[in-house]
């Protein structure tokens, strides 16, 4: 069974930085596309970054040249780095793999495993 926990989220000031992590167990994921997605309340659950088997990202426009989506393979292990922290950039994060799509996709719902979440604040 496939598990995703993920870890280090917290409250920071603006501009200020944090590192997400996201371990998986249970399956071989460098094979396939994982991502990071957010919900703010009241709000839909969006996209963030995603990263496919090879490596190759893909940003919202909206934390381009803030965030970094990394993976490290031999730990199983899906990071993101989130510098220069913003307000609207207060959600929960979360993380997911897609076993389906042979490409990362910015859907949610091409996703299907999930995990439960950790919490970003950011004030300001």
């Known amino acids: 069974q496939v598990q995703l926990v993920e870890s280090g989220g917290g409250s920071v000031q603006a501009g200020g930085t944090l590192r997400l992590s996201c371990v998986v167990s249970?399956?071989?994921?460098?094979?396939?596309?994982m991502g990071w997605f957010r919900q703010a309340p009241g709000k839909e659950r969006e996209a963030v970054a995603t990263?496919?088997?090879?490596?190759?990202?893909r940003y919202a426009d909206s934390v381009k040249g803030r965030f970094t989506i990394s993976k490290d393979n031999a730990k199983s292990t899906l990071y993101l780095q989130m510098n220069s922290l913003k307000p609207e950039d207060t959600a929960m994060y979360y993380c997911?793999?897609?076993?389906?799509?042979?490409?990362?996709?910015?859907?949610?719902?091409?996703?299907?495993?999930w995990g439960q979440g950790t919490q970003v604040t950011v004030s300001s």
């Open positions: 997911a793999i897609d076993r389906v799509h042979p490409r990362a996709t910015m859907v949610p719902a091409a996703y299907g495993n």
């Open positions: 990263i496919n088997s090879d490596a190759s990202t």
């Open positions: 249970g399956y071989r994921y460098s094979s396939y596309s």
